[in-house]
């Protein structure tokens, strides 16, 4: 009697291979098995400890991932004149320093995962900012440009420009550790492109300096994303990285004054380490039949410089030779950040 399930389950797999739609059965199976496994993280997350945080798709285990940013940067060491009601040797008055403008940048970047939880990425940023500032001598009083922004007058500002571009390579691995909170550890390489330049000039532009500071380097990056999951769409993301990069600040300075310094380069070498932070709501789901995965992320992020500024202030007088010392100031950013994301 045995012998007729047998027989069934013969003629039902010579069925089955017969049929020319096989490949692809086999291929909706696999994938949702893979979505009922995925249930306990993206539903319920019963039982998820050290699941995959990978979005669970039937796609290809790529995403691509495009940024808006809107920042403003700041930085140390541009105090470049003092409103003085008196004319020296007195001094009464205010320092005034460059501000960076609130300005829109971009950044792109490309995921590809190659197992449940391990991923390479790739991005790249990238941002130009303005500063102007503008100052006028009080009544009775003049302007005193502190070097090496210049020299004394009536009236007289300073203009710069800041491009940033910093491209990461990294490798991460994503997990939750509970029901609603995942960690992303990741390590990698950066390398950074920080280049500003800078004029100065007073009575009304007949003196003028111009200043170039460019930093040019690449290191090692770690860092950890995290996200809470609060709502089956709905997650907080809290990301920090840090890095250090050995790198060349490219510094020069021209002016066309009556100084005796008239141009000087002053290149230098240095090991900058970085931080960067990121906190924000984010809003996520599956679509198109489970194929493709959706994130929108709005966040504050910034980031900070160390020793960016490598200018050299210059002490001039008449009866001794001019002497330097570097700057070395840092520089920061901040402002918001809006993500979208698509996994396929």
């Not at 001094?91 to 300005?103: A, N, R």
């Not at 007058?153 to 550790?177: D, H, P, Q, R, T």
């Not at 390590?187 to 111009?210: L, T």
Request: proline content about 3%.
């Amino acid at each position: 009697m045995r012998i007729f399930p047998l027989i069934a389950l013969t003629l039902s797999a010579a069925s089955l291979l017969a049929d020319s739609n096989y490949e692809e059965r086999v291929n909706l199976l696999e994938c949702k098995m893979q979505k009922v496994r995925g249930e306990s993280v993206y539903a319920c997350r019963s039982g998820a400890r050290f699941a995959s945080g990978r979005p669970v798709t039937c796609g290809y285990n790529l995403s691509v991932f495009g940024d808006v940013l809107y920042w403003r940067f700041y930085e140390g060491g541009n105090d470049y004149t003092v409103k003085n009601s008196t004319i020296l040797p007195g001094v009464d008055g205010s320092m005034e320093k460059l501000y960076f403008e609130w300005e829109t940048g971009y950044r792109l970047g490309l995921s590809c995962g190659f197992s449940d939880q391990w991923d390479m990425t790739a991005n790249y940023t990238h941002m130009k900012s303005d500063g102007d500032d503008e100052e006028h001598a009080p009544a009775g009083g003049e302007l005193e440009f502190v070097s090496p922004f210049g020299v004394n007058g009536a009236n007289g500002g300073v203009s710069a420009i800041l491009k940033y571009s910093v491209l990461n390579l990294e490798m991460g691995s994503s997990y939750f550790v509970s029901r609603s909170f995942y960690l992303r550890p990741h390590f990698g390489a950066q390398a950074a492109w920080i280049h500003q330049k800078m004029i100065a000039s007073s009575s009304g532009n007949s003196v003028y300096n111009r200043f170039q500071n460019n930093f040019t380097g690449g290191g090692l990056r770690i860092g950890m994303d995290t996200k809470w999951f609060f709502h089956r769409y709905w997650n907080l993301v809290f990301n920090a990285s840090t890095s250090a990069l050995y790198g060349e600040c490219q510094v020069s300075m021209r002016d066309n004054s009556t100084s005796t310094v008239t141009h000087v380069g002053a290149d230098i070498h240095r090991i900058v380490p970085s931080v960067q932070s990121l906190v924000g709501l984010c809003w996520e789901m599956n679509f198109a039949e489970d194929n493709n995965h959706i994130s929108l992320l709005l966040a504050y992020e910034n980031s900070y410089w160390w020793r960016q500024n490598q200018l050299v202030r210059f002490e001039n007088s008449l009866i001794q030779p001019p002497y330097g010392t570097r700057l070395s100031e840092d520089l920061g950013s901040q402002g918001l950040t809006f993500d979208v994301t698509l996994f396929f």
